[in-house]
Nanobody, 128 residues
Framework: QVQVVESGGGLVQAGGSLKLSCTVS?????????LGWFRQAPGKEREGISC????????HYGDSVKGRFTASRDNAKNTGYLELNDLKPEDTALYYC????????????????????WGQGTQVTVSS
């Protein structure tokens, strides 16, 4: 059984930083899977913000976070990370991690309907 668990959210002032973690269990380092990060603010649709390939060499970001957020992964630990820098109040949302079996690249990796396994989310709140 595959499980995805996010952690690292919290309350931070505008301009601050956070680092989110995403641990995937039930898949091994031999399984090729893309990790995606999504967020959903109250009253808004879930937005794809980042994806990272199995190797970690290929990443893609949504326009709203490009240049501020950085995705990485440690396959030995089955864990992915999302560094959030220069946070703004509009970044306030529930942040989700998801795993997609197989490889995908570019903007396609931000399409939530492609992902197979989802975590429960971790809340990020940015105060002004």
């Amino acid at each position: 059984q595959v499980q995805v668990v996010e952690s690292g959210g919290g309350l931070v002032q505008a301009g601050g930083s956070l680092k989110l973690s995403c641990t995937v269990s039930g898949l091994t380092s031999d399984d090729a899977y893309t990790l995606g990060w999504f967020r959903q603010a109250p009253g808004k649709e879930r937005e794809g913000i980042s994806c990272i390939s199995r190797s970690g060499r290929s990443t893609h970001y949504g326009d709203s976070v490009k240049g501020r957020f950085t995705a990485s992964r440690d396959n030995a630990k089955n864990t992915g990370y999302l560094e959030l820098n220069d946070l703004k109040p509009e970044d306030t949302a529930l942040y989700y991690c998801a795993a997609l079996l197989g490889e995908t690249w570019g903007a396609r990796g931000l399409r939530r309907e492609l992902y197979n396994y989802w975590g429960q989310g971790t809340q990020v709140t940015v105060s002004s």
